[in-house]
């Protein structure tokens, strides 16, 4: 998994690709613990990310809890097969994504 940070207005764009599961969900937990503080509004670009497991939907989660009380947090362009898994979980009712 790479990822790639870009800051716009205070709003803080997270893409990653490649797989986001066991091994690299901590990787983006750190990643995302570290931006949070200077962050009104965090987006994870998912545009190019391939495969999603529970771990990864962990980090969406807290992702999203850490930033609730700030601007919030939304998702950004998951492809087919990341958008199952985001719905079979349930987790887009709660979570902004954005197309």
């Known amino acids: 998994m790479n990822i790639k940070t870009t800051k716009e207005n205070n709003i803080t764009i997270i893409a990653i690709d490649g797989r986001l599961d066991t091994l690299t969900s901590p990787e983006l937990n750190e990643k995302i613990n570290e931006l949070a503080p200077d962050s009104d509004r965090i987006i994870l670009d ?4 391939e495969y999603i497991s529970s771990a990864g939907i962990r980090s969406i989660v807290s992702a999203h809890k850490l930033m609730a009380d ?3 947090f939304a998702v950004k362009a998951p492809n087919e097969n990341v958008m199952e898994i ?3 979980t349930g987790i887009s009712e709660v979570i902004e994504i954005i197309e």
């Open 46 to 49: 998912l545009t190019q990310l």
């Open 70 to 72: 700030k601007g919030g």
């Open 86 to 88: 985001i719905t079979l």
